[in-house]
């Protein structure tokens, strides 16, 4: 199959919406995960009224039934997978730091793309540039996470440790897929308009979305194994 199907976790709404329309406009066939089926098709609905081929797949990425079914239809459907941003993410220092709100949290942040990306590997290894983007965050940066300007002072533990994860995560992966066509890097979104970022956040959401879309079409000779904003490397 020519075209280029590309599944995007969380894309109901905010930055992962985004991603699979700036995707979309290229050309893509653009796989609009969410937690429902009916937040799902609505985004793709809209997407599709922006001329943007758009298909609706229910996946809540904790969910285990949810990836294989998923895993079974794009093998079914395109025998590949050519980009996943795994977007899906979730803030909930707000409830406290007890042990269960950390493990929630890291199910979603960490687990949850852990476990797709394991699932759909083999899909990406049936593509001729596969390319896997973990949208992370600044904060998940342990070489700025006391003297970084904007969020230094920022106390979210559940966050900041599983987007650590995350990016550890990554800097493995790479290395596991290194003789692979496959490029695997996270990136950090920016401080953005959404109902995570809140009102006072300094960046658009089309901005927001334009790392993961640039990691998400990397050419041959691009890198992998890197934490991104825009196109400048941050510090793991």
Not at 80 to 86: G, I, S, Y
């Amino acid at each position: 199959m020519n075209e280029t199907i590309a599944l995007i976790t969380g894309a109901n709404k905010g930055i992962g919406l985004e991603i699979a329309r700036q995707l979309g406009k290229q050309g893509m066939i653009v796989l609009t995960g969410a937690r429902s089926l009916q937040k799902a098709e609505q985004a793709a609905k809209q997407l599709h009224a922006e001329q943007i081929r758009a298909y609706p797949v229910e996946l809540d990425v904790t969910n285990p039934e949810h990836i294989r079914a998923a895993a079974d239809r794009i093998t079914t459907e395109y025998g590949k997978l050519d980009v996943l941003v795994n977007n899906a993410g979730i803030y909930v220092d707000h409830e406290g730091t007890d042990v269960e709100v950390m493990r929630r949290g890291f199910d979603t942040n960490f687990f949850g793309a852990y476990a797709l990306t394991h699932s759909l590997l083999p899909l990406l290894q049936k593509s001729p540039a596969g390319r896997i983007v973990n949208q992370s965050s600044i904060l998940g940066s342990l070489g700025t996470i006391l003297t970084n300007e904007m969020y230094g002072s920022a106390s979210a533990p559940v966050y900041t440790t599983s987007k650590a994860a995350l990016n550890a995560w990554t800097a493995q992966l790479s290395i596991q897929l290194k003789d692979t066509p496959i490029k695997v890097n996270a990136c950090h979104p920016g401080w953005v308009k959404t109902d995570m970022g809140g009102s006072d956040a300094v960046m658009e959401i089309h901005e927001g979305a334009e790392t993961a879309v640039y990691l998400a079409t990397l050419p041959d000779d691009g890198p992998t194994g890197g934490f991104y904003h825009k196109q400048d490397t941050l510090p793991w």
